[in-house]
């Protein structure tokens, strides 16, 4: 009888719990798409997340100790320019999180200095009127 109880503490043991809550996935290829001074900080759900994953995203720069939270959204992308106003020579660093129910991932993050916006040409209209020009 010993040995039957002692068998059946073993297999229990030895079961693998079913409570365990699974890891989720952090972000990946976090980018900052800047094309005149307009900053979209873009980013891929992690392998396996669920649907309806919300994602903390927050910011720090060089002179700012810790991160400032920024939002939390279920897109995968965020507009950062107001942000970065008045910065041009900072160095931003963002940190996105998933997050879906009890679990959460560890932050995924990217480094974005706003000097690397791409600078497009900007659409000029000229019209005369008389002994001026009207520049749009």
């Not at 976090?30 to 309806?52: A, D, E, K, M, Q």
Request: net charge positive; with cysteine; charged share 15%.
């Amino acid at each position: 009888m010993k040995m039957l109880v002692l068998l059946l503490l073993l297999q229990l043991w030895m079961k693998p719990c079913s409570c365990v809550v699974p890891i989720l996935r952090p972000p990946t290829n976090l980018t900052v798409v800047s094309v005149n001074f307009n900053h979209t900080l873009h980013w891929i759900p992690g392998p396996h997340t669920p649907p309806g994953t919300r994602y903390n995203v927050t910011c720090s720069w060089s002179n700012r100790r810790r991160p400032r939270r920024l939002g939390v959204t279920t897109d995968t992308s965020l507009r950062v320019s107001e942000l970065t106003k008045g910065r041009l020579f900072e160095t931003f660093v963002f940190y996105v999180a998933s997050t879906s129910g009890n679990r959460a991932s560890t932050p995924a993050n990217t480094s974005f200095d706003v000097i690397q916006s791409v600078l497009r040409p900007v659409l000029v209209s000229v019209e005369g009127c008389g002994d001026c020009l009207l520049v749009n």
